[in-house]
């Protein structure tokens, strides 16, 4: 079976500002994701796992490689195209409180891209009260602004507008980052519902590994640029091949005192063996 | 550092060009017209062309710039078509008098503002009302009516002092003193509303941002906070507003010059205007926009020693 | 003429009031309602000049030289040519309106569209737009409308259109740095993955964002184009039989002595229309930015409730042995639209000596508000209505901020969340860390430098020297975070108040930052008290936690005893939502495998 996104050898340049020269980001990366899997993307600052993210949406120019998806070159498209892309390929950004219009009611943010995807504005109006009820949210939320919403509501909120056009791949980044514990969990479930409900692909990219491990089927591990580990994610986070993923899964603390002190020996151990002087 | 100056410098000197090249341009709509002004009322057609291509004003645009511009890099800006003296000194006495009230002008409505926009910011509740009242005068009531109003009530009514004339500096200091108090009286009243308010603005900003809420829980004091830290980080945005402000009251000079009787550059650059004497008024032209240009890059360069992250765009 | 606008910090920010609470905002405002009934009533009658003129405002009757106020057919009376000073007044307020409109409209859509073209396309198109916009601001104003009358021919409808073209950088600039600005935000990526075209993004949402500076902007810009247009009549350039307030003014200001009030009038009407247009710029502005709280006093220090403040403790009872903090009952108020908000809740808690108690709880628990209540750093408006904070048996609330300024980067020190906003951006790290030494170790400037030195080799910084000299913006956040622990530990102090202070760092790198807090903290045998809500955090390096809830403490015990037996329902629900991190991995690649994991 083919793979829904196919990424091979991906490669992207920053610009440099003023006269110096262009960085590049991603070094030739390559992964894949079947129908209604869930691939983790995980890594820390300057690993390439959003900008990963945003060339799969079309938000970052690609400088080599190819994405692909449902056998589709998509690696550079014409905002025509993306418009057909939208159907297919959608997102749920971070930051609850900027990936939501503050000037619009949620009825009009939500049935904007219906509506621009070729629905009447009755049909969209329907389609927002369905979507509102999905991510269990009450209907009378159309005529409310975002600020009148909690961090974890709005997330509900973009996830709604995600899934607007019945897409098969959504990209998720750093979905639940800024939500408080109780409230991650919660916006998990929903993820999971909705996947399970709707057989939607998720590329779920985090920082967080707990998170990642809890929701993906395979896991990505990205290092300034490479991957340098993929596999299943259960199999990845407890038996890791590569150095960078086992400091990784070392420095991420464990919520109990003496497994914890365990683990600060084991990272110990590890740094001993392989000293690094700190560099950041 | 100074690889930054330099690539302001050449902006500069490219945008000067290209001011007085516009200008030109435009101007050169106007020379059929100047011609016969100059040749006088009963002239015909015949002899304004023959004039026309005497001069050399019938040749193409670009080339008679050019020419010009040549001459003003070596320091010689031409004649005046209408009284044969030349430009350059004519020029530059007038831009005497006109910096003599826009420069101290300057210099204390940047005073003033820093010190009544810091002490605004660190105050609250009336203090706060009072300065931004102030400030507010300059901003609703235009120059011309600060001029008049000043000029009334202090010279006319009051005489106080002179209401028209301007004294030599070299003639007699205490006389020239006098002479520009009230314009520049004026010209600061109305530089002072912008300048006091960006101030104002960008402290109360600056002392809302978290660095210096840890410097306090370092133990810092808050003047130092607010005279050090704050006032330097505030002081990027207010000196873009200072040298805009510049070119505000060099016009506002204009008016007030006219109102005091002056001799200074509006009078100059509009009887130049009136009779298009073209030699003259890319003079004018080319003098206002080197002050406007250095200026602003003195203004730059105080932002870039400020300011680290401006260095290095 | 202002070719500046008075800018404000919210000019910065699009905003998000929705238009129906503008209108009810600018009805309540008397400043609003005053200066918009005076602009109508004068445009209005401006306009209606032809109609309710008594005279033709250049028909000069030698029966009414100079004629005084309240002769008959010539109530304002006449002026030094016989002509009659209302007519002329209705007709220049005409002119000024036309003026106001050119100038303003032009300014407008040549501002405008530049602003959102720069703002919202590429950086090549944005700099040639840039290049352009500061060509145009070095012609010399005023001078250059008077330079270029042969061009004009007098005709100011003309002046004003390429003043409209010299004021249009000013509105360029708001509208692009606002474009900008909302270009970062990503509901304008989401709009791009919706498929939107970029013209519906740019006029739907962009525009919308940026409506309230511009429509603020237009009334300032129209105050300029009135300004300057009196002014260049005033000067004598333009047409003389066009009447405007300029021209009615010069030629009364001339003649001044035999007719003193001739320039009255114009000027009385010249004021008022400008004034109102800036004044009503203002209240617009305010409208937009949504309701502003009353600026509060910048108070340094706590802002104590009248009778609040405990007892202070006389110096014989400040112990040594006495715990390191010891908060008892405290209550923070902040004043809301309803009267005071708690947001502190009566919290006690203690720290002992060289112990690490770890405050934990989710956003809005208040244990931030907690930690800078006991700096004395709250927000100005902040009121502590009840309760004791004790460092080392000395009595914090109620204290003169000078006092207890004395304590602070001493006994007590900060280290915050967000490490790159918290250092000055314009200074370098090395004169930043050298201050503060100076200042609670009170050395000379060479004996601080070297104390910093060694404490950026004491946190671990490969090259001190370097990141001395170094600005905040040249270094990483993890090197960030660790200067600002240089900086809290450089006096020793007894009690070191960590704010999440790994929250913002990566995985890694947090946890080498938890390994230096606890090697100084053995070292140095501070307390710590650990805001944070991670409980991972926690279990690393807290021997006591205190659970907040909605500004209670819920629960406190050690480590180990909430872990095991959380005795709050709370507690206990935030636990379970700890995700579930099975046995600890078995790392299974020998040492010797050489794998690069630096470049």
């Avoid at chain 2, 505000?248 to 204009?254: A, E, G, R």
């Avoid at chain 3, 990526?189 to 902007?217: M, T, Y």
């Avoid at chain 3, 080498?512 to 008290?529: C, H, P, S, V």
């Amino acid at each position: 079976m083919s793979a829904l996104l196919d990424v091979d050898q991906l490669r992207v340049q920053f610009a440099g500002k003023g006269r110096r020269k262009a960085t590049e980001v991603l070094h030739g990366v390559s992964f894949d994701i079947g129908e209604s899997e869930t691939l983790g993307l995980v890594g820390e600052s300057g690993s390439g796992k959003t900008t990963i993210g945003r060339a799969v949406l079309g938000l970052a120019k690609v400088h080599g490689g190819s994405i692909r998806f449902d056998g589709q070159d998509i690696t550079a498209t014409s905002q025509r195209q993306r418009r057909a892309l939208a159907k297919d390929i959608q997102v749920v950004f971070q930051d609850p409180y900027s990936s939501l219009n503050p000037a619009m009611a949620i009825g009009d943010i939500l049935s904007e891209p219906i509506v621009q995807q070729g629905s009447s504005s009755r049909d969209a109006r329907a389609r927002v009260k369905t979507l509102l009820d999905q991510v269990g949210l009450p209907s009378d939320s159309v005529d409310r602004r975002p600020q009148e919403f909690s961090g974890g509501q709005r997330q509900r909120i973009a996830i709604a507008r995600a899934l607007a056009p019945e897409p098969r791949l959504i990209v998720c980044d750093e979905p639940v980052s800024a939500l408080d514990l109780t409230t991650q969990a919660r916006v998990l479930e929903l993820f999971a519902e909705i996947q399970e409900r709707t057989k939607v692909a998720y590329l779920f990219i985090s920082h967080d590994l707990a998170v990642v491990r809890h929701i993906s089927d395979r896991v990505c591990v990205l290092f300034r640029g490479d991957v340098v580990e993929t596999g299943v994610a259960a199999q990845v986070i407890s038996h890791p091949q590569h150095i960078y993923t086992q400091r990784l899964i070392l420095a991420s603390p464990v919520a109990d005192p003496d497994r914890q002190a365990e683990r600060r020996r084991e990272r110990r151990r590890l740094l001993d063996q392989q000293p690094t002087v700190a560099t950041a | 550092m100074i690889t930054y100056a330099l690539r302001r410098l050449l902006t500069g000197v490219v945008l000067a060009v290209l001011v007085t090249f516009i200008t030109f341009l435009l101007l050169s709509t106007s020379f059929h017209d100047m011609i016969s002004t100059l040749l006088g009322p009963d002239v015909t057609p015949d002899a304004v062309a023959r004039r026309e291509h005497e001069l050399g004003y019938d040749r193409p645009v670009l080339v008679q710039y050019g020419e010009w511009l040549v001459h003003a890099v070596r320091g010689d800006l031409g004649t005046s078509l209408f009284t044969t003296l030349p430009v350059g000194p004519s020029v530059l006495s007038h831009i005497v008098v006109t910096m003599s009230i826009v420069f101290p002008a300057l210099l204390i409505a940047v005073i003033v503002s820093v010190v009544l926009g810091v002490w605004a910011a660190s105050r609250s509740g009336a203090a706060d009302r009072v300065a931004q009242g102030i400030s507010l005068v300059g901003h609703v009531v235009p120059a011309l009516l600060t001029a008049i109003v000043l000029v009334v009530v202090f010279a006319v009514e009051l005489k106080m002092f002179p209401a028209t004339g301007y004294v030599q500096f070299a003639d007699n200091p205490y006389g020239w003193l006098r002479s520009i108090t009230l314009p520049v009286v004026a010209l600061v009243i109305a530089g002072m509303a912008s300048m006091t308010a960006q101030i104002r603005g960008s402290m109360i900003e600056e002392l809302g941002k978290d660095y210096v809420r840890t410097l306090r829980t370092a133990g810092v004091p808050t003047r130092s906070i607010v005279l050090k830290h704050a006032l330097r980080n505030a002081a990027s945005p207010a000196l873009t507003v200072m040298s805009l402000e510049f070119i505000q009251l060099f016009s506002y000079s204009v008016i007030i010059e006219n109102v005091f009787a002056l001799p200074g550059f509006g009078s100059f650059a509009f009887s130049s205007a009136q009779t298009i004497d073209v030699p003259v008024i890319m003079g004018v032209t080319l003098v206002s926009v080197i002050l406007v240009v250095v200026v602003n890059l003195l203004a730059d360069i105080a932002n870039g020693y400020l300011n680290p992250k401006a260095r290095t765009h | 003429m202002s070719i500046t606008v008075i800018p404000d910090p919210a000019d910065q920010t699009s905003s998000t009031v929705p238009r129906r609470s503008v209108l009810r905002h600018l009805l309540k405002d008397p400043q609003a309602i005053v200066t918009a009934i005076l602009l109508i009533v004068l445009f209005s009658a401006g306009l209606l000049s032809p109609l309710i003129a008594p005279h033709n405002p250049n028909a000069a009757n030698l029966d009414a030289i100079n004629a005084g106020v309240g002769t008959p057919g010539y109530p304002l009376g006449g002026d030094e040519s016989g002509r009659d000073i209302l007519s002329r007044l209705l007709y220049s307020i005409e002119t000024s309106l036309i003026s106001a409109l050119i100038g303003a409209s032009v300014a407008l859509a040549i501002g405008l569209t530049a602003g959102l073209v720069g703002g919202y396309f590429s950086s090549t198109v944005r700099n040639s737009v840039e290049w352009v916009s500061s060509l145009i601001m070095t012609f010399p104003g005023l001078i250059t409308l008077i330079v270029l009358l042969p061009l004009t021919g007098g005709d100011y409808r003309w002046t004003m259109l390429i003043l409209g073209v010299l004021l249009a950088p000013g509105t360029y600039r708001i509208v692009r740095n606002l474009v900008l600005g909302v270009k970062k935000e990503l509901y304008i990526d989401a709009a791009r993955v919706s498929g939107l075209r970029d013209f519906r993004i740019l006029s739907r949402h962009v525009l919308f964002s940026v409506r309230g500076p511009v429509i603020v902007n237009t009334a300032f810009l129209m105050g300029a184009a009135v300004a300057a247009q009196s002014g260049l009549a005033f000067l004598g350039v333009g047409a003389k039989d066009v009447p405007s307030f300029g021209l009615m003014i010069s030629s009364g200001f001339n003649n001044i002595y035999a007719a003193p009030l001739q320039f009255v009038w114009p000027c009385i009407c010249l004021g008022l229309i400008t004034g109102s247009l800036v004044l009503f710029g203002n209240s617009l502005r305010d409208a937009f930015s949504g309701p502003r709280p009353k600026r509060p006093k910048p108070v340094h220090g706590l802002r104590v409730a009248d009778g609040a403040a405990p007892e202070q403790t006389p110096t014989s009872s400040i112990s040594a042995h006495a715990p390191v903090l010891a908060v008892e009952d405290l209550r923070v108020s902040f004043p809301g639209t309803k009267g005071l908000r708690e947001v502190v809740k009566g919290v006690g808690l203690t720290v002992a000596e060289g112990e690490v108690v770890g405050l934990v709880g989710e956003s809005g628990s208040g244990k931030t508000q907690t930690a800078f209540a006991i700096l004395g750093v709250l927000a100005p408006e902040a009121l502590v209505t009840r309760g004791s904070v004790r460092l080392e048996g000395r009595e914090l609330v109620g204290l003169a901020d000078s006092k207890l300024a004395a304590l602070r980067g001493r006994v007590v020190s900060y280290i915050p969340q967000e490490p790159m906003s918290n250092l000055d951006p314009s200074f370098t790290v090395g004169s930043q860390l050298t201050e503060r030494v100076r200042h609670c170790l009170r050395v000379s400037r060479r004996e601080a430098r070297q104390t910093v030195l060694d404490l950026l080799a004491r946190v671990e910084i490969a090259d001190p020297q370097r990141v001395f000299d170094s600005y905040p913006h040249q270094i990483s956040g993890g090197m960030a975070q660790r200067v600002l622990i240089a900086g809290a530990i450089a006096s020793r102090p007894r009690l070191l108040i960590a704010d999440e202070p790994t929250t913002a760092l990566d995985v890694t790198v947090q946890a080498e930052i938890l390994d230096l807090l606890r090697d100084l903290q053995k070292e140095y045998g501070m307390a710590i008290l650990l805001v944070t809500h991670n409980f991972g955090v926690v279990a690393d390096i807290c021997d006591r936690i205190a659970v907040m809830r909605s500004g209670e403490i819920v629960e406190t015990g050690t480590t180990r005893e909430v872990f095991r037996a959380p005795a709050h329902a709370y507690t206990r629900q935030l636990l379970d939502a700890i995700l579930e991190d099975d046995d600890s991995p078995a790392p299974s690649a020998p040492a010797d495998r050489l794998v690069e994991v630096a470049r």
